[in-house]
């Protein structure tokens, strides 16, 4: 089984694995809980980006300080920094790291597009191809002579260093059908974010479709769903089970229309209208979490007691997850450290 984990500069919301509750973090405890990782075997760590702090110079801070684990963002939108500026900056990071990064890029939305950086949110799914295919060009070294329907670049401008490697990876942040079967063409691998175990083979599907088209093994594709733990640990198990239900509220009625969508083509109708209907009408946060179910957020994420949750990690991986994604335990680096290793132990 296949691991990799998520974490920012401190700590990453939305997921309870214990940990002191007074422990303040900061980006020196969290690279150390990034050592623990790699030498633990974890694969991969990935950095989001959203709205908040920059995910590039942490990206560099990690490769100084790190050997081994490859490096990469989840997500990085197409909207505020140029195909070639992502090129640039993946130049530089490659040396670095000595050609262990990794371009995780998604669409967003049009909240972050428009309102953040002022860019009109238009034809996204192309807008995805395209910088994959620039970013590509210019990472083999190749002169940029590109025509798409976005993008025409035709000065033939190159980026000259001593590369490590000639193939830097793009995984995408998808989640409807048109996007997977996009990946299945032009994608490394896929980032999924709350999708449930049971449709998990339902990913590689879609990815087939994609890749005969172009007339690619969709193998080829890694599956590395983000994989969200809240541990029962009898402490108070009630109040975990409303954590793991909050960022599924959220994603439902505040994070645009793909999460909602993705959710009710896998199989939860009843709960998204019921958790819609709630807010629509008393934006009231509480009473929508109660729309969400036990099974479904048990489905979505990965609630339990340390035994329940490493079998699910088993399950996810049987199922089709290539690698998953968990994010990084809250507390200090050695209680951080202690759960890593029950993860990466199932």
């Not at 790190?66 to 090129?87: D, K």
């Not at 942040?173 to 049971?198: F, N, Y």
């Not at 029962?232 to 960022?247: F, I, N, S, V, Y």
């Amino acid at each position: 089984m296949r691991l990799g984990v998520l974490t920012g500069m401190t700590s990453t919301p939305g997921r309870r694995v214990g940990g002191s509750q007074d422990f303040q973090e900061d980006w020196h405890s969290s690279l150390e809980k990034i050592r623990i990782a790699e030498e633990l075997g974890y694969e991969m760590v990935v950095v989001p980006e959203s709205w908040q702090l920059s995910a590039l110079p942490w990206l560099a801070v990690i490769a100084l300080n790190t050997s081994t684990i490859q490096i990469g963002t989840s997500i990085v939108n197409v909207f505020s920094r140029s195909a070639a500026v992502l090129a640039e900056e993946y130049s530089t990071l490659e040396m670095i790291s000595g050609g262990r990064m990794m371009l995780g890029i998604g669409a967003a939305s049009s909240l972050v597009a428009e309102d953040m950086h002022g860019i009109k949110f238009e034809k996204p799914l192309r807008r995805v191809r395209e910088y994959t295919e620039i970013f590509k060009m210019l990472m083999r070294g190749e002169r940029l002579h590109y025509k798409g329907e976005i993008f025409h670049l035709d000065r033939g401008f190159r980026i000259s260093y001593d590369r490590p490697r000639e193939n830097v990876p793009v995984w995408i942040g998808a989640l409807t059908p048109k996007s997977l079967r996009q990946c299945g063409e032009i994608a490394d691998g896929i980032m999924p974010v709350h999708w449930p175990t049971s449709q998990m083979s339902q990913l590689r599907d879609y990815l087939r479709e994609g890749a005969e088209l172009v007339g690619r093994d969709p193998m080829d594709v890694t599956i590395a769903p983000h994989t969200v733990i809240y541990v029962l640990d009898g402490a108070d198990d009630e109040q975990t089970m409303w954590e793991a239900k909050r960022p599924l509220e959220n994603y439902i009625n505040r994070m645009g229309n793909f999460y909602h969508e993705m959710m009710t083509r896998t199989g939860w109708a009843d709960e998204v209208v019921a958790v819609q209907t709630v807010w629509a009408e008393s934006k009231d946060r509480d009473a929508a979490i109660a729309g969400i179910s036990d099974r479904m957020v048990r489905e979505i994420q990965l609630v339990g007691t340390m035994p329940e949750v490493k079998e699910r990690l088993r399950e996810r991986a049987d199922s089709g997850a290539d690698m998953q994604i968990v994010y990084m335990p809250k507390g200090t680096p050695a209680e951080a450290g202690a759960a890593l290793k029950e993860f990466i132990s199932a």
